[in-house]
């Protein structure tokens, strides 16, 4: 990275600092685990990313933490009723944060990259899409170095990908999308560069950024509401005290409705499975949320079990959006697009192949919430493969889903009877 400064807000997604103003307000105790996890055996993260020099990276951000100049544009940022975003708590919050301490070694077992930090859950939120960028940093770095790469030969075939993809979006003006890209970059500088083109070239297609920093520096809007993250912790928290962790659902969604008041309303369904979600959100919360994120499954058959799902709420689905994050390409986003084309409205959350596309295979790793108060956390995704959690948790959690599923539709006969 050129001129390279530890920056915590560079490494952020937006969402972070969402989750993070309602985790302080409601759970500012709760102590939450993150752990690394690479999805990708084949493509091992130790091959080129030292411990050592990644401790380094992620102890100087710790060190620096946010500038007075990063939580001051925090403070200016206004929700949709022209009130600040952010509370005045968790804005002196941030201002004073220290991070906790993040470790990171080799496993035993597998010589893999292994990565853990402990802490406080408005604190230690914050390190998972940091502690991410900086990964594709080093790794990229260092195997452009062993392999004798040019960093410009890189930019011109990256250049020349991005090219097509701003050809096809200029003949599809009415398609829009958000930059998602911050955790699978292949590095700042080039998230830097595909930014300032697609604000330069794309001004009606490109509506904002997760990535604070760069909404920021290039006055765009902040994209972000929740992650997986939030639902998980909510769930575990009810866990740890000896309650039905599906509980912890409503419960989120709940806080999030009291604290922003119908603003930043997309709702992400596949934490516990969209069956389990569909079943939980209330034909009064379709009315009141904006819309909805798919982020695992078939997005053809969701999209089309939304539009339903609103039906049978008595809401137009011509009011509502679906967010669309899932493993996009250029192609595919245009094939949603057009499928879905007046029947409910479409936007794109847009990551791997817009911010890591420059001919290099793309890393696939994840930090997600794997403790909270000691207990262990799950997500039950849309896609098996992206179930996290220990094999009995994930068991439990997929046994308790079916129930409450299993208890609705016997509800529904019996109203149909």
């Given at each position: 990275?050129?001129?390279?400064?530890?920056?915590?807000?560079?490494?952020?997604?937006?969402?972070?600092?969402?989750?993070?103003?309602?985790?302080?307000?409601?759970?500012?105790?709760?102590?939450?685990?993150?752990?690394?996890?690479?999805?990708?055996?084949?493509?091992?993260?130790?091959?080129?990313?030292?411990?050592?020099?990644?401790?380094?990276?992620?102890?100087?951000?710790?060190?620096?933490?946010?500038?007075?100049?990063e939580v001051a544009y925090y403070a200016g940022l206004k929700a949709?009723?022209?009130?600040?975003?952010?509370?005045?708590?968790?804005?002196?919050?941030?201002?004073?944060?220290?991070?906790?301490?993040?470790?990171?070694?080799?496993?035993?077992?597998?010589?893999?990259?292994?990565?853990?930090?402990?802490?406080?859950?408005?604190?230690?939120?914050?390190?998972?899409?940091?502690?991410?960028?900086?990964?594709?940093?080093?790794?990229?770095?260092?195997?452009?170095?062993?392999?004798?790469?040019?960093?410009?030969?890189?930019?011109?075939?990256?250049?020349?990908?991005?090219?097509?993809?701003?050809?096809?979006?200029?003949?599809?003006?009415?398609?829009?999308?958000?930059?998602?890209?911050?955790?699978?970059?292949?590095?700042?500088?080039?998230?830097?560069?595909?930014?300032?083109?697609?604000?330069?070239?794309?001004?009606?297609?490109?509506?904002?950024?997760?990535?604070?920093?760069?909404?920021?520096?290039?006055?765009?809007?902040?994209?972000?509401?929740?992650?997986?993250?939030?639902?998980?912790?909510?769930?575990?928290?009810?866990?740890?005290?000896?309650?039905?962790?599906?509980?912890?659902?409503?419960?989120?969604?709940?806080?999030?409705?009291?604290?922003?008041?119908?603003?930043?309303?997309?709702?992400?369904?596949?934490?516990?499975?969209?069956?389990?979600?569909?079943?939980?959100?209330?034909?009064?919360?379709?009315?009141?949320?904006?819309?909805?994120?798919?982020?695992?499954?078939?997005?053809?058959?969701?999209?089309?079990?939304?539009?339903?799902?609103?039906?049978?709420?008595?809401?137009?689905?011509?009011?509502?959006?679906?967010?669309?994050?899932?493993?996009?390409?250029?192609?595919?986003?245009?094939?949603?697009?057009?499928?879905?084309?007046?029947?409910?409205?479409?936007?794109?959350?847009?990551?791997?192949?817009?911010?890591?596309?420059?001919?290099?295979?793309?890393?696939?790793?994840?930090?997600?919430?794997?403790?909270?108060?000691?207990?262990?956390?799950?997500?039950?995704?849309?896609?098996?493969?992206?179930?996290?959690?220990?094999?009995?948790?994930?068991?439990?959690?997929?046994?308790?889903?079916?129930?409450?599923?299993?208890?609705?539709?016997?509800?529904?006969?019996?109203?149909?009877?």
């Amino acid at each position: 990275m050129k001129n390279y400064e530890p920056n915590l807000s560079r490494g952020l997604d937006y969402y972070k600092l969402t989750m993070g103003d309602v985790a302080l307000e409601n759970h500012p105790d709760a102590e939450v685990t993150f752990t690394l996890k690479n999805r990708n055996t084949m493509q091992p993260l130790s091959e080129y990313v030292s411990p050592s020099a990644l401790q380094h990276r992620l102890d100087a951000i710790r060190d620096r933490g946010f500038s007075s100049e990063e939580v001051a544009y925090y403070a200016g940022l206004k929700a949709q009723n022209n009130e600040a975003r952010f509370t005045p708590e968790y804005l002196e919050h941030i201002a004073n944060l220290q991070l906790p301490k993040v470790t990171v070694e080799l496993s035993f077992d597998s010589e893999e990259l292994a990565l853990e930090t402990t802490g406080l859950w408005p604190d230690v939120s914050l390190w998972e899409t940091v502690a991410m960028s900086e990964i594709n940093e080093e790794y990229y770095s260092n195997l452009m170095q062993s392999h004798g790469l040019d960093i410009s030969d890189l930019y011109v075939e990256g250049d020349r990908r991005l090219d097509t993809k701003i050809e096809k979006l200029l003949s599809h003006p009415n398609i829009t999308f958000a930059d998602f890209g911050t955790r699978r970059r292949f590095s700042a500088d080039w998230h830097e560069h595909v930014i300032e083109r697609l604000a330069a070239e794309l001004p009606e297609n490109f509506i904002g950024t997760s990535n604070p920093w760069f909404a920021y520096k290039y006055n765009l809007t902040p994209i972000g509401t929740f992650a997986h993250e939030l639902p998980m912790v909510y769930a575990g928290l009810e866990d740890a005290k000896g309650n039905n962790p599906l509980d912890g659902h409503a419960s989120m969604f709940k806080d999030w409705e009291e604290h922003y008041q119908g603003d930043l309303s997309i709702a992400l369904t596949d934490t516990f499975g969209s069956e389990f979600f569909f079943t939980e959100f209330t034909p009064e919360q379709a009315r009141k949320w904006k819309g909805l994120r798919h982020d695992s499954g078939d997005p053809f058959e969701f999209g089309e079990h939304a539009i339903d799902y609103y039906k049978q709420s008595n809401v137009d689905p011509a009011t509502k959006t679906i967010v669309f994050s899932d493993g996009l390409d250029i192609d595919k986003i245009i094939t949603l697009a057009e499928h879905f084309s007046g029947r409910i409205n479409t936007t794109f959350g847009w990551g791997t192949s817009l911010m890591n596309d420059l001919g290099l295979p793309a890393n696939n790793f994840v930090m997600k919430a794997t403790k909270v108060n000691n207990v262990d956390t799950v997500k039950l995704s849309d896609d098996t493969g992206k179930h996290t959690g220990p094999d009995d948790k994930v068991h439990e959690y997929q046994s308790r889903v079916a129930l409450a599923i299993a208890k609705v539709c016997q509800k529904q006969l019996l109203i149909a009877r």
